[in-house]
Every structure is written in C-alpha cells, then in structure tokens.
C-alpha cells in the first residue's frame, strides 16, 4: 500500500489553522520576568537581532504575529488548556527603521531576552530552534535561538517547533528523540529491539536516509526513524511536534496509551529526568504545581503582542554616601565609580548620577556619552564625603525621577538603576515605598552589596525587576570593580563594542621587589585596552610593553592620573591595539615600603565581530540556579563560555567564592564534560555545584576563565547550551527538501591564550548548622556500558565519579546493582542483584574505593551465568561517609551474544534478535527522510 506524502498533510494543517493575526500596543504592566497569571503567559520577550536585515525581512513581524498566534493555541492544548501566550514584546533593532506603532524599548535588551531571532553557525540552513542553557531537569533554560529563515523556508510549523522549545525552556523537559546510535533503539524484556520513539505504540519505519533503503539491526548513523502519521492523536511533543497529530506531552496515566510515557529508551531525556515523564515534571514545576492554574474555557488565546524599538542604554548610578561609607568604602567607590565611568559605560548610552543618605541629591541627570570630555565631566560629579543616615528608597526614588525626565515624563520610562549601599535602611522612603513606581516603569535595579549589613531588601528588589545582587565584601576593591564590569556587561545591546575584563587582581608591591605580570589579548579585542591601577596612599610607576616591543610610560600620551581618585590610567586606542602578549610592570618610589594595588585590565570588542563569527570576542556570563539558599541545599553555578554562539571547549574555569567568615574564599572549578553539575558535554556551559557553606549570611561569586594557546577551541558542530549538533535529531518525510547534513565534521580550530574574568549574582544562605553533614555524593547520569566481552561473559561499566558532598570531594562507596527484567528495576532499584568484590576482575576498581570526584570510574563485571541475548541493565547509588546516599543514577544496557558461526552469513548484533517494528507500511514511501532539528 502507497503511503501518503507527509508534506501534503502538513499543507492541510497549515491551511485549516489559519487564523487572523490581532495586534495590540499592550501599555498594560508587563513583568520583566516571565509569569504564568489565570492561565496566560506575559513578561515574554522576543527579540531581533541587528544582524537580521528588514530589507530581506520586511514582513517579519507579520509572520511572527502570525506564528505567535498558533504557537498560543497549541500550547493551549498541549498544557490541557492550562496555560497559553498572553502578552509578548517583541523588540525591534535600532538599525530598523522606526515606525509609529513601536513604542521605546524600557527594560528589554536583546542579551536579556526570551527568544532570539538570530543567525548562528549552520542556521541558514537549520530547520528548527535550539534552547540554549537548560542546566537540570526541571529547571528554566536560558533562552531559544531561532534562525530567522525558518519562519519561512520550511513546511513544518514553527508554531509547533515553539512550543516544543517552550517545553525547554520553561519546564525543563529534555528532548525524547535520540541523539545518536546508542540511543536510537533499546532492548525489552524479551531482548527485542525496539526504536527509540515516545510513545512506543507510535508506528513507523526504519530506513537509510541516504539510500532510502529499509535499515536493519543493528543500526548505523545513517538510519532514520520515518513515523506514520497515525489516526488518532498520538506520540509527545518532546519526542517529534511535527506529527500533525501531536498534540500534547506526554504523561504517565496509562488510562491514555496515546500520550503514555515510554520510560525503556536511554535518551536524553529518560536518562536525565530520571525516566519521569513530561506532565509528571510539569505539575511540579512552579506554573502548574498544587493544581495551579487549572484547565480554564478561553476562547481566544492570541496573545497581545506589543512591539518597541531597543534605545541607547540609560543608566543611574545611585550611590550611598550615609556615613557609614565614611573613609575607605568611600575610596573604594570612588575607585570603581570612576573605573565604571572611564573604562566600562559604554559609548551612545547616557548616565546619570544620584547620591543619597538621610536624603538623595540629584548629581547629574542623564548625559549622553559621546567621547572623553563627557566622561571626565561626570567623574568630577562623584561623590567625596559620606554623612548621615540610610534612605535607600529616596536614592532610588530620585532615580525613577530622572528616568521619567529622560522620556517627556511619560510611563513607562525603563532603564536601569545601579544601586549601591552598605547599610540597612534607616530612614524613609525605604525601598518598600518606592517599590511601586519602580515596577510601574519597568525600570531595572541591579545591586551593589558592600559589605555584609547591606539590605536584604535591595536583593529582592532587584530580582523583581529581572535585574542581579552582586555581594562585594568590605575592603574588596578588586571585586567592587568587578561587579559594576559584569553589570555593563550584562546591560551591553546590539553592535556597541562590548567590554570584557581580561585581567583583575590586587598584590603587593615593596619598594625592592616591582611587580611583574603579564595578559594575552585575543582576537575580537581590537577597538580599545585599557590598563588601570587603583593605589592606595601614592602613585607608582608603571610600564607597560606592548607585544611589538613598544614601551609605554608615564610620559606616554596614552597615561593619564587622576590623584583624588587614586587611580592611574593606560588608555590604548584601536590603532595600538594588538593581538598577543602585553606585559607591564609596577614599581614603587621610596615611600611607602611597600603598597597593596589593584590593576584591571579591560578591553574592547571588534567593530566587524557581529558580522564575523572568528572574530567575535569571548564572551563570559555566570548564573546560579537561586538566590536565596536554605542549607543543605546545593547551589548550581554555571558559567557560559563561548564565543559568539559557538561553544568555547576546553577551557578552564575556576570559581572563587567569597563566605560570610573573614577572608575565607573557596576555589571551585567548574567542568563541561557531562560530570557531577555538567548534564551536557561540550556545550560551552561549565557548571559546579557549591556545597563549602561555613556560615549564614552572603556569599559571592566570581569565576576566571583561561586557556592556554590553542588549548581551548570552537568548532562549528558545537554550539552555546547546546552541544553537537551531529546525530542529534529527528527525521521525517518530505520529498521537496534536503537533509541538512548534520554529520558534516568541521575541524577543531584553536584560540589564542585568553583570561576572562566576571562576577556571578550574590547566593544569601540561612538555616547553616556546623558540622553537619546533610549533603549527599551528587547523582550519577553518565553510566555506560563501554564494552560487552560474550566470550568471557564480562560487561565493563565507566561514569564520571561523584563527590563526597555532591561534586566536590570524594565518596566512600558504591552500591551496584543489576537486573534482567528491565521494566521492573527502573522503578525498584532494590529489586536488581547487588554485585559483591567477587563479581568484579581483580584489575577493575574497588567499589569500596572511589576515585575523586570527576574522575572516569570504569569496573569489569563478571557475569558467568548470564543468557544470551537477554539484556542486563545496571544502575549505581554513590554514598558517603556519613550513610548519605546519592539519587539512582542512570541506567545502562547491554547483552551477551553468542559467537557468529563462519560461513553463516550473520553479521555482529543479528544473532537471535526479533525486531518490533511496523514495517510494511511504509515500504513504498517514495519519499526523502528530512532532519527536523
């Protein structure tokens, strides 16, 4: 029987869910974070690249009213008309042209966006959307990246392929398909194989997407599973939202064999989310959990869709000069108020300058940034002396004034305010009273903590508004500077040079010993550099040695002092930027002995790095997964490294952290190599799990990035959060489109040495009791079966070791257990055979002996009775010294088979293996397989 073409099924669907776009300018309050209120999705922002041009997209923002619209209703049923779109911004390139319906942009920015609509490596030709940074199962993703073209070169849905990134990115839910051979197909009970697909009633065929020849086992990378559409809905979105009948996620009520969670196969997302299904994950997460926004009858779920125009960035400093900011955290802030101002306010965007205590002054209202004078005037507007007591709702309150002023007094005014203080609030307006019309203008708070005293009250506030709380202890200039780098950093927009700091650290420096180091400018630093040392009782002399040999000095042009500041100055224009080594050297005259400096050294990106993708600079940004910590629990730290949207890959990555005991920091390194924290190798995202707590009270982060020359690379099948992008993917019919050849191997390609340095958002920890161990060895999710000897009937098992306290440490033993019936044993780990030291060979590891965490662990089990061709699956727990045990890891398959007898004309894997799969029916598709990603 002739199948149908898929394509022609997929115009039919497309045809009957027209539907007429309804375009608002919503003025209405929306959050700058996303919320779920009476069953609608607002605070969303799409936004678009400055890369996409209008001239070749002018009817971009149609097609997205448009695909919003659908993407709203699917959702609506793939929720159980639980949830839909409600409002969504989407946020228009300066570079367009203005249009009378947009509105000003007030605290969206293209770097802080929901969706992206961008190019990235491959997506000229890509078929689907990738959600960058979902770090554990459960959790929120980062953001999805979308090729502009696929709104409209493809014939399958990208309302679908939303809600599928959706899935991603809002309810943690990992991809179902399988991402390479190992986990295209698992074995039953009975030792059949079966095919990687959810749910596993969906039929379909197996066949060689370049011969389109029926595939048999055992599989290679180029088979492909080809679904027959069937009659009634059936199959997950997770799995393949192409499937007109996809409707819904799936579920673990078996009362529904259609949406029923297929829990044997090892894909991704089995194996992470430890075999729960979609909807079970979802009603625990926090949009639906308690029975929280419950199915609810709307019939009209098209989302408001307001569109605003990105504007130059507009930033108040509001700082505190109460009189506990007397003498040093006064110099401190003078420091890096005017480090923020010479090296780091970016040029276009304007500033503002409020000081508050018992009141707030208004120092300067907003100036555009147009060249050096502009910023030498606004550095004279900072503050000198410290009095009074604490209003931090006055500063703050002055700051929404000067905003307001900025645009006619309209509202909303967005922008941002940076906040910083060291006391608790002492005098009103506190930030309680204000918090209201900070809200109503959509106006962004980011926090400076100095010091441990520092309202708790300003951390919340800023997290409400979607902006960050750094923590800087006292006496910590190098960090101050930091915070107020990474908070620029966070607020860069568009094709302005963003800045990056390459090199940070304070030393001592005696009369006899001058100070000698070194940094390694890379490529995408070109338009700017700039050498700063912070002192503390006298200048010194510094020389810095470009990579040419060229000298530079205090009678250089390009040295500058500010002496009330403390502060001297490299300052080293586009033309005597250089790639390489740049040396510099600080010595001190005869008085004082010695002296404690800070140097900070910061650069510029290319002007052409948007449009080159090599040129591009590094770029580093740190996350944790909460703020507020209730020990024992673990904190997840993860640090994006890459360089434009290509993962950077085999760097190193140290975190230090700052507790709330004296001068006590913790090192933690972060690893990318699927281990402990990393769910995903190779995606760019070095991830750490912080368990060191000694104390209740603030800690801070901040993370070094390196890499020695050509240690560290990219490579253009691997991109930010998401991977390889080879072998990863499902494939479908349709005969007018080609295969985007995912398995295309692009060579490494080395980085020059770099140094990035940046600061991550401050954790507060409560409930700390000393000298208790509460925390567990962290989950193994790495398990695999290396390699399966059926001569000698042994099975060699390898995963990356946990810790002691989840990764840090290392654990003291290992439960290992295995089972022959594997539906059974995913549900009860007691119920396998626990190995003994005598089923293990003498060479392989001691399970009474764990390596240190990160580790590769790889054991030899020995198996003399076990059948041919019947699967056996293992499973671990990790434990601790005190009886703590880590969750069931993954679990890993595998079986003997007997000898392939000469002349027999089987080949390895054919010997006694039935497959279930429905064939027959698409035997004569007359069809090409095509990837959707």
């Not at 203005?98 to 802080?112: F, G, L, Q, R, W």
């Not at 290509?646 to 699927?674: C, G, H, Q, R, Y």
Request: charged share 15%; aromatic share 10%.
């Amino acid at each position: 029987m002739k199948l149908q073409g898929i394509a022609s099924i997929f115009v039919l669907y497309l045809h009957l869910t027209t539907l007429v776009i309804h375009q608002i300018s919503y003025k209405g309050n929306v959050d700058a974070v996303i919320t779920l209120r009476k069953n609608g999705y607002e605070g969303i922002v799409l936004a678009i690249s400055e890369q996409v041009e209008e001239k070749s997209y002018s009817d971009l923002i149609d097609v997205l009213n448009t695909t919003l619209a659908r993407a709203s209703v699917y959702l609506f049923s793939a929720t159980k008309q639980r949830a839909y779109f409600k409002g969504i911004t989407i946020l228009i390139p300066e570079t367009w042209e203005d249009n009378s319906i947009y509105e000003p942009a007030t605290s969206e920015t293209y770097n802080t966006a929901d969706i992206r609509v961008d190019y990235y490596p491959g997506a000229r030709s890509a078929t689907r959307a990738r959600t960058v940074g979902l770090t554990q199962c459960g959790g929120f993703g980062q953001y999805i990246l979308i090729s502009p073209q696929r709104f409209y070169k493809f014939a399958w849905s990208p309302a679908r392929m939303i809600v599928h990134e959706w899935g991603h990115l809002r309810y943690g839910l990992f991809d179902e398909y399988p991402y390479s051979v190992d986990e295209f197909s698992y074995l039953n009970d009975a030792g059949e194989v079966q095919v990687t697909r959810c749910n596993s009633q969906l039929p379909g065929a197996v066949f060689n997407r370049r011969t389109y020849a029926p595939c048999t086992y055992p599989y290679t990378a180029d088979c492909v599973f080809l679904p027959q559409n069937p009659s009634v809905p059936s199959g997950s979105i997770m799995y393949d939202h192409n499937i007109p009948s996809v409707l819904h996620f799936c579920d673990s009520n078996s009362d529904d064999p259609a949406t029923y969670h297929n829990t044997l196969p090892n894909n991704r997302h089995n194996r992470l989310c430890q075999m729960r299904s979609a909807w079970d994950i979802m009603r625990q997460g926090v949009d639906f959990r308690n029975n929280a926004n419950p199915p609810a009858n709307i019939s009209d779920t098209r989302p408001l869709i307001r569109l605003v125009r990105a504007k130059k960035p507009r930033t108040v400093l509001v700082l505190d000069v109460s009189g506990s900011m007397r003498g040093k955290p006064m110099e401190q802030l003078q420091q890096a108020a005017t480090n923020f101002l010479l090296n780091v306010a970016q040029n276009g965007s304007f500033v503002g300058i409020i000081t508050f205590s018992s009141a707030a002054s208004i120092r300067s209202s907003l100036v555009q940034i147009n060249d050096d004078a502009d910023r030498q005037r606004l550095i004279l507007l900072l503050p000198s002396g410290a009095s009074g007591s604490t209003s931090i709702g006055a500063g703050i309150q002055a700051g929404v004034k000067i905003l307001k002023a900025s645009v006619g007094n309209k509202s909303p005014s967005g922008g941002t305010l940076i906040v910083l203080s060291d006391g608790r609030e002492n005098r009103s307006p506190t930030i309680a009273d204000v918090k209201k019309q900070v809200l109503d203008n959509k106006i962004t708070v980011q926090g400076i903590s100095f010091g441990s005293l520092a309202s708790v009250k300003l951390q919340s506030l800023c997290y409400e508004t979607g902006g960050l709380s750094f923590f800087v202890p006292n006496d910590d200039t190098a960090r101050l500077v930091n915070a107020f780098t990474t908070i620029a950093e966070k607020n860069n927009y568009g094709r302005t040079a963003p800045v990056s700091q390459i090199y940070l650290k304070k030393f001592t420096v005696e009369t006899k010993s001058p100070f000698n180091d070194s940094i390694s400018l890379d490529d995408g630093n070109s338009v700017g550099l700039e050498f700063t040392f912070l002192w503390i009782s006298s200048n010194a002399i510094y020389t810095i040695t470009a990579p040419d040999g060229t000298t530079y000095n205090a009678t250089s042009a390009e040295y500058s002092t500010y002496s009330a500041r403390k502060l001297s100055q490299f300052t080293f224009p586009a033309s005597s930027v250089m790639v390489g080594e740049w040396k510099f050297s600080v010595k001190l005259l005869s008085s004082p002995s010695k002296q404690d400096i800070v140097a900070t050294v910061t650069s510029k990106a290319s002007l052409n790095a948007d449009s080159d993708p090599l040129k591009q600079p590094v770029s580093v940004v740190v996350t944790v997964d909460k703020s507020a910590i209730v020990f024992p629990s673990p904190v997840l730290i993860t640090v994006n490294v890459q360089k434009g949207y290509l993962a950077v890959l085999n760097a190193e990555v140290m975190l230090t952290i700052s507790t709330p005991v004296s001068n006590k920091f913790v090192l933690l390194p972060a690893n990318d190599k699927a281990s402990g924290a990393d769910l995903v190798k190779d995606d760019g995202i070095y991830s750490a799990f912080f368990t060191q707590f000694n104390a209740n009270g603030r800690y801070s982060i901040q993370a070094q990035v390196k890499a020695a020359q050509n240690k560290s690379f990219i490579n253009f099948n691997y991109v930010i959060g998401v991977g390889s992008l080879r072998n990863g993917g499902q494939f479908v019919v349709n005969g007018s489109e080609s295969a985007e050849n995912d398995n295309t191997n692009f060579a490494n390609l080395g980085l020059n040495e770099f140094t990035r340095i940046t600061s991550g958002s401050l954790i507060e920890v409560s409930d700390y009791v000393k000298g208790v161990d509460k925390i567990p060895p962290a989950r193994v999710h790495g398990l695999e079966i290396t390699h399966i000897d059926s001569k000698n009937m042994t099975i060699t098992i390898s995963f990356p070791a946990p810790g002691d306290d989840m990764d840090t440490g290392t654990a003291s033993s290992y439960i290992i257990r295995y089972s022959a019936n594997y539906s059974i044993f995913i549900n009860d780990f007691q119920a396998g055979i626990e190995l003994t030291k005598n089923d293990f060979l003498s060479e392989s590891s001691n399970i009474s002996s764990p390596m240190p965490a990160g580790t590769v662990e790889q054991f030899v089990v020995h198996l003399p009775d076990a059948a041919f061709n019947r699967p056996y699956t293992f499973a671990l727990q990790a434990y601790d010294d005190a009886g703590l045990a880590s969750p069931v890891s993954n679990y890993a398959q595998g079986r003997f088979q007997p000898q392939i007898p000469p002349g027999s004309g089987l080949t390895a894997g054919q010997t006694a293996v039935k497959i279930i799969l429905n064939v027959n029916a698409l035997l004569d598709y007359g069809q090409k397989p095509l990837r959707i990603m």
